[in-house]
C-alpha cells in the first residue's frame, strides 16, 4: 500500500522518489499536478523525467517534505530561483534563516544594474544611441534626418564627449579660471582686482557666456540640460560676474562686497565637472544614493549625540565655578561635541571642570560606537559596487549567444 | 559473510549502503533499530526507504561511520537540525570545528527573534492586539467590554500612536520646549528669566501635567507606565519646574540655583522621546543590549588602560624637573590617557619630558589596539541586526501555508 | 577493450567509475593497490565497495583524474582530511588555489586548543587535579597522601581560588593600597607623607609581606611561584617600601626621592593581578601572544615610518627660516610624527613652513594606510579566538560518546 | 517519440540524463557533437562514459539547459574551469551574479603569482639560479665558465646576499651612519661640525666610495645596477657629501648651506636599504603596487575633498568680521582640511565664525567618510597577500608529483 503511493523523479537522470501525498502538499504547482498522462511519464519506469539541475531538486523536493524552504548556499541565488519558477515555487517563501542569502542576490542584481547604468566602461555612442538621445529614433530608422539633425549632435559631442577639444579646453578653463579666481581673492581680499585682472575675468566670463549658449542650442534636450547641477552652477558663477560688475559700476566699496565674496564659494562647485568622467568618483556617488538611509541614520545619531553632549557639557561646566569656562552657549558646544565625537579633537575648547572632563570622555567613547556603528553598512555599499565594477572590467564585454533551440 | 552484513538506505531515491554493525554505533536512534519488520522495508529490493533528504543523509551517515559529527555547509543550519532531529541525532554533539557554523545559525535564530520583537513595520493594532494589551482578552472574546473598555483604548491611543495629532503635538511640544529652555539659559545663565518667558515656562508645565494625567488614567497599565524611563523623566522634569518655582518664591536668588540648572540636564534626555518611534534607533538600542558583554569589555580594557597610562605618565613627568608639568594630579592624567587612546587628542595637556613622551607614545598605540579589538565585535552585532531588519523589509508580511498532509 | 578498463567504486551505496590506469596515476595508496582478491570486492556487480563518505570521494577520485588536489568547500576542512588520511593521499598536496582553504581549518584547531588551554568556564578542580597540580598523582592514586600533603592544597585554595575569602581580599587590599598610595602621592608631592598615612603603610606592607611568606609556604611548586611575573611584582613593590623606609631614616630627604617615585610606578602593575580571572582580558593576552608577528610588523611599520617623517620634518622645517620652529630636535620629531601617524594629533607641535605642512599631510595620510594594515590581521586573530570561546560557552561540557563497534 | 531523443551521459559513475537538442543549443562543443560512433559510447547501456567529476558536472549541463553559466561554490574555481576547458565551454561566458566568484579566484591566483616572485622563504640560490642572473645560463651548461665567470658571484655573493658578513657590514654602517649625521645635523644646526666629527665623515664616505666601486664591478648587470632605487640613493649620498665638502672649501659658511641641508633630507632614504629582505615590508610594498588604483582613488577622493573645504572654510571665515581669523590664504586652508578630513586636528588652525564651524563639521564627518570608503579595499588587498604568505609558509616546499598515466 505504502510502495504504491510512491513516486519515481527522475531529474536530469537522478531518481528522487517521495510519497504521492507529499506533492499535493503544496497545491496549484507542477509537481501536485503529475498524472500518468503527461509526456514526461515514463511506464515502462514508472518515473516521470524532468530535464533540470538534480542537485537544487533536493532542495525543492525538502520543500514539499518539510514545508520549508531553505535556500541551498553550494549554488548561485539566482539559478535556484530559476528552478523554483520552473517547479511553479514563489521565491518569497523561504524560511527566515535564509534572508539573508536571498537579500544578498537580491542586492547583488540591484548592485549589477546600477553599474550597468554607470556606464564605466567609456566606448563612444554608436550613432542609433545619438539619434536616442536626441529623440529622433523614428527619423534615424527612416533614415530622414535632416541637415540640422545631422549636425545638431555632432556640435553637441564637440562640447560634451570627454575625448573632444572643446570639452577639454572647458576643463582647463574652469580649473584654471577658479583656482586664479581663489588665488586673487586669497591674496587681496576686500580689494577691488587690479584693473589687468579685471581684463582676464572679462574675458573668460565671455568665453563662457558663449559657450553656455552654444551648449543650450545644440544639446539634445534643452528641458533636461537647463535644470541639470552643473548647468545651474555654470549659469549661476557667470552671472554673478555680470552682477558684481554692476555692483561695482553703480556702488562704492561698502561692506556689501562681503557677501558677494560668500557667493563666489559656491562656484568652487564648478571643480565638480572636471570629475564626470571618473570612474571611481561615479561609483562614490552611486554609493552616496545607495546608502542614503544609512547617512540618514548616521546624521541621525550624530545629532542626537552632539545635541545630548552639547547641552550635558554646557551645564557641566557651569556647575562648578571657572573663570576659563569656554563653554559660552550651548551653540558652541555643539561644534565641541561634534570635533570630539568624530576624534578631530581640535582643543579649542576644552572642559576644565572634573563634571565637563566625564562628560568629555563619555562622548569621546560614545563618538567611537556611534560612528563606527553605521559606517562598516556604508563601506559594505561601496566595496560592493567597486568590486563589481573591477571584476566586470576584467571581462570581456561581448557574450557568445546560446542557441534557443 | 561482508555482504549479509550489508544495508541499503535508499533516502528520497538516493541509496545509500553500509554495514549493519555501523549503524549500531550509536545506540537509540532510529537508524540503529532498523529491522525489516518495519513498513519502510522493501523485500524485493531488499532496502530501507526514507523519504528526506537525500544529500544531507550523508553527513548523517558519515556520523555513524566515523563517530563525528561535522555540519555540512551546503546547507542551512536549521535544515540539518531537522534532519538530525528526524534520525534522533542530538544536535549539541557537534565537533569543535564546527562550532561556529553551529552557532551562527543559533545566532541568526536569536537575532530574528529579537527583530520579530521590535515590530519595525508599525502597522496599526488589530482591535484583538489592543484588547490583549489592556489585559481584556477574556472580555473581547466573550464581546462583553464595557463602555469604559471600550473608551479607554481610544483615548489612550490618541496619545500613544505615532500617526494621531495628540502624540505628535507632545512631541512637537517637548523638543520645542527643551530647546527654548536651553535657548533661554544659554543666553542668561544665572538669572531668572523675564517675565514673559515666565508665563510661556507655566503654560507648557501646566499642560504637561494634564497631559501627564490624562495619560496615567488611560494607560493599559498604570504599573508598567509609571516605571518606564520616560514617564519618570517626564514626571521628573515637571515636577523640577514646580520645585524651582517655589523655590523662587521662598528664597531670593543664591548660588544654590546653580544646582538646579545641573538637574534640568537630565530634561534633556526628554529629547530620547522622539526617537521611539524611529527603526534606525530602535536597532541601535538592542544592538547595546545584545552588546552588554562586549561593551563592559571594551569599558573594562579602557579603563585597565586609562588607569595605568594615567599612573605611568604621572610618575614619568615628574622624573624629571620641569616647570610646564602639566599633569598635577593623577585625576586629570586619567583624563589625558583617556583623549589620547580614542585618538581625540585635544593638545590641552601634553607631555613635556622625554619619558612622558614615551609613555604618551605607547599609549596612542595602544589606544589604536585596545578600542579597535572590541569594537567589531560590536558593530558586527549592529550589522547583523540591520541587515536581517532591512532583509525582512524586502520580503511580503504574509507567507503561503503549506498544507498538512 | 576500453570497457575492460573500467572500475565501479560502490562507495557508501554511490557508484563512482573511472578506468583502471587512472588509479595507477598516484602509486602506495588504497585505491593503486585495488586487485579483485580483496574482500570488499563484489564479483556479481563488478565493483568495489567502500564504507565511505560518497560526496567527498568525488573529490579524491578527482584528484587521481587531474593530478590536482582541491579541497570541497561544502564540508568541514577535517572530515576531508579524515577521507584523505582512509584512502592514503597526504593532506600537504593541495592546490596552492586551496592554501586558504586547508590553513583556516589548520588555524581554528590551533584556536580550539589555545581556548581549550585558557580554562575560561572556571570550574573548581577535583581532587585529582589538586593532587596533579602538586606533582603527587603517585601518591593520590595510592591513597598515601601525608597529613601535610593534605593541608598544604586547603591553605593555598584560601589564597590562591577566585572565590575564596583571602583571595578577594587580598585583590581589595592591592586595589585599595594602590589607589591609596597613588592619591597621596598626587596630593603631596615630593614630600613626606604624614605620620598618620606612614602607619596605615607600615600595616599594608606588613600584611603583604605575612601573605607572601603563607604563599611561598603553601604554593605547589616555590620555583615556578618564584619565577611567575606576579610574584615579582608583589616581592618588588613590598620591598620597595622597606627600602624607602630605610633611606628615609638614613637620609635626609632630597632630589634622589624621585627615583624612588619612579620605582612606585612599576607597583601600578600590582593592578594587573586582579585581571587573571577574567576571561575577556585571558582572550586578550592570548590575542596578543597569538599576533607577536603581526604586532612586530606593526611596530615596525610604525618605527620606520615615524623614523623617516621625523628626518624628513626636521629638515623642512630648518628649509625656510622661522623664528617659531617647534622641530628642535629630531627626537621631538618623532614624538610629532608617532602623534601625527596614530591621528592622536595633540598640536604642541606643528609645521610652520609650507614644505613642513606637505610632510605633515603625507605623515597625516600615511598614518592612516601604515596602522590600518596589521589592525585587521591582529583584530580578526582576537574575534576569532572570542567567538570561538562564546561559541564554546553555548555547548555542552560533557558529550555522548560514540561505541567503537 | 521524447523518450528516442534522452540522452544517458555517465559521467564519472553518475548518469545524467537530457535530451539530445538541449545539448545542441551551444554549438562547437565536446557536447554538441556526441555520436554513438564515439569509443566512450556503450551501446549496451545506451550511454556514453566521461571519466570526469560527476558533482560539477550538473552545473555543465545546466548551461546547456538554461543558456546560463553559474559557478558552483562548493568547489574550488580553479576545478570548475579545469572541467569548462575539458567541455570546450569559454569561462568568461559566466552570469553577471557569479561575476564575483568568478574574478575572486582570478585575483587568488594573481595573489599566488605576486608570492612566488617575492621569493619569501630566503633559500640561497642553486648555482644554476646564480648563472641564470648573470646571463651565463650557455656558459653553465656546457661548464665552460671562466675563472672570472666563477669568482664574480662569489664576490657579489659577499655584499649581496643576506647573511654575508659585508651585507651585514654595509647595513649597520649605513644605519649608523645615517643617525649620526641625523644626531649630528641636529645638535648643532648651521655650523660646520667639529674636526673630529669632520674625520668620521670622511672615512665613512670614503669607505662607501669603495664600497660602490666593488659592487659596480661585481654586479650581474652593471645596467640594472646603476638603475636601481637604492644604488642611485647611494650615489646620491655620498656624492653629497664630496659636493658639501668642496663648497665648503670654496665657499665661507652662508644660507646656501640650508639648501645642502635640505638635500641630505634624501638620504634618509638609505634606511629603507634595511628593510629589502623583511618579508612583512616586501608583501607592503607590493600591497601599493597592487593598490596603485584604489590609492590613486584615494588620494583623489582627499584633494577633491580639500580643495572644496579649503575654499569654503576660506570663504565662510571672510563672511564675518572677525580679528582671529586664521585662514589668510586657501593655501593653508588647503593644510587645515586635510589635518581635519585625516581626524588628527591639530588645532593650530580653528574657524571662528559659525558658518565656519558647520563647515568645519562637514569637513570632519566628511573625513570619516573619504577615508572609510577606498581604505578597506587597500586593507584587504594587504590581508589577502599576508594570509596567502602565512599559508604557504606553513606547507612543505616540495610536493610529490603525480604520474601522468
Ligand atoms: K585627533
Ligand atoms: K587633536
Redesign the pocket.
Known amino acids: 500500500m505504502d510502495n504504491e503511493n510512491r513516486v519515481i523523479l527522475n531529474v536530469g537522470g537522478i531518481r528522487h522518489e517521495t510519497y504521492m501525498h507529499v506533492l499535493k502538499k503544496i497545491p496549484a504547482t507542477r509537481l501536485s499536478r503529475l498524472t500518468p498522462n503527461l509526456a514526461n511519464y515514463d511506464p515502462v519506469l514508472n518515473e516521470y523525467f524532468f530535464d533540470r539541475h538534480p542537485g537544487v531538486f533536493s532542495m525543492i523536493l525538502n520543500y514539499y517534505r518539510t514545508g520549508r524552504l531553505h535556500y541551498p548556499t553550494n549554488v548561485c541565488g539566482p539559478l535556484f530561483e530559476e528552478e523554483l519558477e520552473f517547479w511553479g515555487l514563489d521565491a518569497n517563501q523561504v524560511e527566515p534563516c535564509c534572508w539573508m542569502v536571498y537579500t544578498q542576490h537580491r542586492d547583488t542584481q540591484a548592485t549589477l544594474a546600477v553599474i550597468e547604468s554607470l556606464d564605466l566602461d567609456g566606448d563612444p555612442p554608436t550613432q542609433e544611441e545619438i539619434a536616442k538621445k536626441f529623440g529622433w529614433e523614428d527619423d534615424y530608422h527612416s533614415d530622414t534626418l535632416s541637415r540640422w539633425q545631422q549636425i545638431k549632435p555632432r556640435v553637441w559631442a564637440l562640447f560634451d564627449e570627454p575625448w573632444s577639444i572643446f570639452y577639454r579646453m572647458h576643463e582647463v578653463e574652469t580649473s584654471g579660471y577658479t583656482n586664479y579666481k581663489k588665488a586673487i581673492g586669497a591674496d587681496k581680499p576686500y580689494t577691488i582686482a587690479h584693473p589687468y585682472f579685471f581684463f582676464i575675468d572679462l574675458i573668460c566670463n565671455i568665453w563662457f557666456t558663449i559657450e553656455l549658449v552654444i551648449r543650450s542650442i545644440f544639446c539634445p534636450s534643452f528641458h533636461r540640460f537647463v535644470r541639470s547641477p552643473l548647468t545651474i552652477i555654470d549659469i549661476f558663477c557667470t552671472s554673478a560676474f555680470y552682477v558684481e560688475l554692476i555692483l561695482h559700476t553703480i556702488l562704492i566699496q561698502t561692506g556689501s562686497l562681503v557677501t558677494i565674496d560668500f557667493l563666489s564659494m559656491i562656484c568652487v562647485l564648478r571643480l565638480f565637472k572636471l570629475t564626470q568622467h571618473f570612474s571611481g568618483l561615479k561609483i562614490l556617488i552611486q554609493t552616496f544614493k545607495a546608502s542614503a538611509q544609512e547617512l540618514i541614520l548616521l546624521v541621525f545619531f550624530v545629532i542626537l549625540a552632539i545635541v545630548i553632549f552639547a547641552a550635558l557639557v554646557y551645564y557641566a561646566e557651569r556647575s562648578q565655578q571657572n573663570q576659563h569656562n569656554q563653554f559660552s552657549s550651548i551653540g558652541v558646544g555643539l561644534w565641541w561635541s561634534l570635533i570630539t565625537i568624530s576624534t578631530?579633537?581640535?582643543?579649542d575648547m576644552v572642559p576644565k571642570t572634573y563634571l565637563g572632563m566625564v562628560v568629555g570622555s563619555l562622548c569621546a567613547l560614545m563618538g567611537v560606537l556611534t560612528i563606527a556603528l553605521p559606517v562598516p553598512v556604508i563601506v559594505s555599499n561601496f566595496s560592493n559596487l567597486y568590486s563589481h565594477a573591477q571584476a566586470r572590467a576584467k571581462l570581456p564585454k561581448k557574450r557568445r549567444r546560446v542557441l534557443q533551440a
Open positions: 578631530v579633537g581640535f582643543g
